[in-house]
Nanobody, 118 residues
């Protein structure tokens, strides 16, 4: 059974930085895609950034130029470097891992809270 665990959230002032980490364990198979989503109170969950295999990345417009997604493919470990944080970046950040072989399916973590103070 694949388990997805996020870490690295916290409280930071506007303009600061945080680095989130995610590990998808329980399999030696590499996830096809991994992604970060976020959900602010009272809002729907939205895609922040994704990575296909280990090098094809995509970003939401609201984080382009500020956030960087990266991955250690062999270890199913995902990172999100967040710079120039804004109060509107506040929310719970979730990691998603999608497998197309082995433990096929989509797996979510429990989330890590990011709070940006103004």
């Amino acid at each position: 059974q694949v388990q997805v665990v996020e870490s690295g959230g916290g409280l930071v002032q506007a303009g600061g930085s945080l680095r989130l980490s995610c590990s998808a364990s329980g399999t030696l198979i590499g996830a096809k895609t991994m992604a970060w989503y976020r959900q602010a109170p009272g809002k729907q969950r939205e895609l922040v950034a994704s990575i296909l295999n280990d090098d094809i990345t995509d970003y939401a417009d609201f984080v382009k130029g500020r956030f960087t997604i990266s991955r250690l493919y062999a270890k199913n470990t995902l990172y999100l470097q967040m710079n120039s944080l804004k109060p509107e970046d506040t929310g719970a950040y979730y990691c998603k891992a999608r497998f197309i072989v082995g433990p096929s399916g989509t797996y979510w973590g429990q989330g890590t809270q990011v709070t940006v103070s103004s």
